[in-house]
């Protein structure tokens, strides 16, 4: 009990320090929601005011340029349209150019009409002139002439009432119409134009402006100018009396930025020693007109760059100002800006005097809820107080008390429940107690077996960490050898493909030589069909390689599927036929034609399977199902379709227990060991191939019966019009003649590839030197200075990444196009060669045609190609395009014969087949023969198919 007592008192003197009345938290939320509601009110009012004032500015600006433009369009239509009569009244006859004085009464009678026009006058090309006005103080209208009567000199009269001449009052000699710029303007114009704004000199008052046309007679030929001038200070009394708001401002400018007219009693021009002077409205009296006319000169530079209304708004000491500016011109030449300029204040009177009212009625709402605030937490806190008091008691050990609370309802269930605690603490203080000890011997029991359960935790992180280690280095070492692996492939693949591309070059180059024996192109034909069997062998290895890496890339074409079906049963026929058996290609009547994926990842996988499946079979036959799934070819709206393969043979078979394990690298079957063909790698590959097109692949077999392998994969529809041909290949004998000589420097290591190049570039005609490293071909650069050098990459002493990098960072380096040789085929490797500075990259085996196209593509070089300077112009159209037509005059037999040999590759066949030709058809032999150096063999292919079936 004391330990309690210690704590209550303890509680109290905190809840004393650091609380805060109840008087104050019943207070301050009333009062500030009374004061956030009155003051939101009077904010939205404000904002709401405020908006309704810029829409009634912007209506208001809107009606005032809206007048001001149409009372323009009238008021300056006047004189064109008066002047138009004149026009016709001088076209008609009516109004004669030589009858000075009529045409003077005539003029005088107009300006009684028209109070604003304040001069008529023609001017002939011989400078007299006859016009009426009312420029001079107390003279009214008067009436000018000059002609030869008057001696070229110029009389004004006065008149009178009639408009008949009373007596001279002035004579000049000094005035000729002919040199007035309007009258030249208006001659080079051939239009009707109008002047320039102008003062009067006599009346600098008056600003003008006139409109003047030429005269012509019925030929066409000039007769002089009528023009018009009008006053343009009925403008200013127009803008004077538009009411818009107290101190809204309306003014018209030229582009020049000179005042034509305001609604300001300011007049639009300055007196300097007695002569007018046009008026800025940057430089106005008026501050209103001045800022507003500083201001958009600074905002768009000049005036000239606003073309069409502006709706602005500026500050102006402290005010904001609503502008709104509307070009106005018309089709005689007048380019004028209307400017009307509001201020905010002018209408913000009001509201500003509802928000002070607003801020008055806030306060004393905060004074009212205050003073209800306060009276509302007395009559709350007072029994609260009470039960306070009886708290601190129990506190204390004071059980024995009873509060008595009446009036709240809530107050009065808590002194209830506070009375039936009081009661109960007793009972509970000694049941307390009892639970204490109970409690204190459970902790304890906790304590150990906390500690047991941490010593355990402790034990299990420690094998956790050495299992993760374990595990790390068993990842570190799998990444090793995999690196390894690739790297082994990689160097393998280079030193393989090195004298790969000596072997397959040297064959081409040899058979650039004409004076071969038949047997010699049978063996030339051997080696290289040997070299790409030896490259397709590499390439297999590579591809697995680049599958376990993850680097083999899909690169979907559009192609003819019905073409590469067709292609696939010519290459495999004979074969086929060979062996006894029967090779079939069903299609599905809704097969379509044209579809895009990687076409030739497909032709693999599709060569692999019939070629397993005819190695593997003896007798029966060799099927190949393509069809469309069914479920896929509702979706073919969208472009998706799903092709389905099916390669079936009745061959031997595949036993159960070698099934699971067929798809796996170098794993054979009983029965491909037994033939001892095949490296294990085409069924492995055909798996990734075609999960890399988006499908699967599955095998099912009985043994003595055949094997079914089925496959699927994703496709896109395609079109005929996008797939593309091939283009005619021809052989390069020489350079095109009146060319620059070419220098060429090859760079590598290895005597046969050099040599390959430069027995390849010499007969062309090309310049050609050769370095053995990067080292001697930094240094015949910069002694002999090449057009193009060919650089192997991996050499000794200095590599081609080092001697490209060197050459590349001189200036005269970047003028000299660098191709990369390399027997790599990773990819990653072409971007390393392309950073270093090589302009491009080809691979070695490479084939003398790209050699051509590269340099071609770098120096602009062109050749002669083979038979192109045969003076027999039809010899040459049969060497330059192989047709269907031209094999049609042999025979069926001797075109399928073709085929088959085509598509076996068999140049020792082909040439057989070559000498059969008949003498006078020559042309055919070497069309054909061409196709085979070109390595065209689909081409031939297809062509002697074609040929069957016309």
């Known amino acids: 009990m004391k330990v309690l007592k210690t704590t209550a008192s303890s509680k109290e003197t905190k809840i004393r320090f650091t609380g805060l009345p109840l008087r104050l938290i019943l207070v301050l939320p009333f009062v500030a929601q009374i004061v956030g509601a009155v003051g939101l009110v009077g904010y939205l009012s404000f904002e709401n005011g405020q908006q309704a004032v810029n829409d009634l500015a912007n209506r208001l600006i809107d009606k005032s340029s809206n007048l001001v433009s149409e009372h323009l369009d009238h008021y300056l239509e006047t004189p064109q349209k008066l002047n138009q009569i004149n026009l016709d009244a001088i076209a008609l006859g009516l109004l004669d150019l030589k009858d000075f004085q009529t045409s003077g009464h005539y003029f005088w009678k107009q300006l009684q009409a028209y109070p604003d026009i304040t001069f008529i006058s023609y001017a002939l090309t011989t400078g007299e002139y006859a016009g009426a006005g009312r420029y001079l103080d107390g003279q009214g209208v008067t009436i000018d002439e000059r002609s030869l009567t008057t001696k070229m000199k110029t009389y004004t009269y006065a008149t009178d009432n009639q408009g008949d001449r009373t007596k001279v009052v002035t004579i000049s000699n000094d005035y000729n119409p002919l040199e007035e710029s309007a009258y030249w303007e208006a001659v080079k114009a051939g239009k009707p134009i109008w002047g320039s704004v102008y003062n009067w000199d006599d009346t600098p008052e008056f600003i003008s402006v006139s409109i003047n046309s030429p005269i012509y007679d019925k030929n066409h030929q000039l007769l002089g100018t009528v023009g018009i001038d009008l006053l343009l200070t009925g403008i200013s009394e127009f803008l004077q009396q538009l009411t818009i708001s107290p101190s809204a401002k309306t003014f018209i400018i030229e582009r020049d930025g000179l005042l034509i007219a305001s609604s300001s009693t300011e007049k639009p021009f300055t007196l300097i020693n007695g002569v007018a002077t046009r008026l800025n409205a940057t430089k106005s009296s008026d501050s209103q007109i001045q800022t507003t006319t500083q201001y958009l000169q600074q905002k768009f530079g000049n005036f000239q760059a606003i073309k069409e209304e502006q709706k602005l708004s500026f500050e102006l000491q402290g005010e904001r100002q609503f502008v709104r500016v509307t070009p106005w011109q018309d089709q005689y030449g007048l380019d004028w800006l209307v400017v009307t300029t509001i201020p905010e204040s002018d209408f913000m009177a009001q509201i500003n005097a509802n928000t002070q009212t607003t801020i008055i009625l806030c306060f004393l709402a905060l004074i009212v809820a205050m003073g209800l605030g306060l009276i509302t937490s007395r009559w709350i806190t007072k029994p609260i107080l009470r039960l306070g008091k009886a708290s601190v008691a129990i506190a204390q050990g004071d059980l024995n008390q009873q509060v008595e609370v009446r009036g709240i ?6 002194s209830h429940s506070f009375n039936e605690m009081a009661q109960q603490l007793q009972t509970s203080f000694t049941n307390l107690a009892r639970k204490n000890q109970e409690f204190v011997k459970v902790n304890e029991k906790l304590d150990r077996a906390n500690q047991e359960l941490a010593k355990a935790n402790d034990e299990l992180e420690t094998r956790v960490e050495q299992r993760t280690a374990e595990l790390q280095q068993a990842k570190d070492i799998a990444e090793l050898a995999n690196r390894a692996k690739s790297e082994f492939l990689a160097n393998m693949s280079h030193e393989l493909r090195t004298p790969l591309n000596a072997i397959l070059g040297f064959t081409q180059l040899m058979n650039r030589e004409t004076s071969l024996t038949k047997k010699q192109q049978e063996n030339l034909g051997i080696i290289n069909r040997s070299g790409e069997h030896l490259l397709s062998l590499i390439n297999d290895v590579l591809d697995l390689a680049k599958i376990e890496s993850g680097q083999m890339t899909f690169y979907p074409t559009d192609f003819d599927l019905y073409t590469l079906l067709n292609l696939i049963e010519e290459m495999l026929a004979l074969k086929a036929e060979s062996k006894g058996l029967q090779l079939l290609i069903e299609r599905s009547s809704n097969l379509p034609r044209y579809i895009q994926t990687d076409d030739k990842k497909l032709r693999q996988v599709l060569i692999n399977l019939l070629g397993n499946a005819i190695k593997f079979t003896n007798d029966g036959s060799v099927t190949l199902r393509v069809s469309l799934v069914r479920e896929e070819e509702e979706k073919r ?58 499908g699967e692949i599955s095998v099912s077999s009985q043994v003595g019966k055949g094997t079914i392998f089925k496959f699927y994969i994703q496709a896109l529809l395609s079109e005929a019009n996008r797939i593309e041909a091939k283009l005619q290949t021809k052989r390069v004998i020489a350079l095109e003649f009146n060319q620059q000589e070419y220098r060429i420097l090859i760079v590598d290591d290895r005597w046969e590839n050099r040599q390959l190049l430069i027995k390849l570039l010499q007969p062309i005609g090309f310049q050609v030197q050769e370095a053995t490293n990067g080292q001697e071909a930094v240094q ?33 380096g970047q003028a000299t196009a660098i191709i990369a040789l390399t027997a790599s085929t990773l990819e990653e490797e072409k971007a390393v060669v392309l950073s270093a500075g090589c302009d491009d990259f080809v691979r070695k085996p490479f ?72 003498h006078d058809q020559q042309n055919l032999a070497k069309a054909i023969q061409k196709e085979v150096d070109d390595f065209d063999f689909e081409r031939i292919m297809n062509l002697a198919q074609e040929a069957v079936n016309l």
């Open 409 to 414: 309802i809530e107050l009065g269930v808590l």
């Open 637 to 694: 709206g969208t472009g998706d379709i799903c092709l389905a393969f099916e390669v079936e043979d009745t061959g031997a078979g595949i036993a159960d227990e070698e099934i699971d394990n067929l798809f796996e690298p170098f794993v054979q079957t009983q029965t491909g060991k037994q033939l001892q063909q095949g490296t294990g790698l085409g069924l492995p590959i055909s798996k990734e191939f075609v999960e890399l097109m988006g």
């Open 847 to 918: 084939r003398e045609k790209v050699i051509f196209e590269k340099m071609s593509q770098y120096l602009g070089v062109r050749y002669l190609y083979e038979n192109l300077d045969c003076e027999d112009n039809s010899e040459l159209a049969a060497l330059e395009k192989l047709t269907a037509e031209a094999l049609a005059i042999m025979s069926d037999q001797w075109l399928e014969e073709l085929s088959e040999a085509a598509a076996l590759i068999n140049n020792q066949l082909i040439a057989q087949l070559l000498a059969e030709i008949p």
């Open 780 to 812: 015949l650069w910069e002694s002999w200075q090449p057009h193009l050098i060919w650089m192997d990459m991996r050499m000794p002493i200095m590599n081609g990444y080092e001697a490209t990098q060197q050459i590349k960072s001189h200036l005269k």
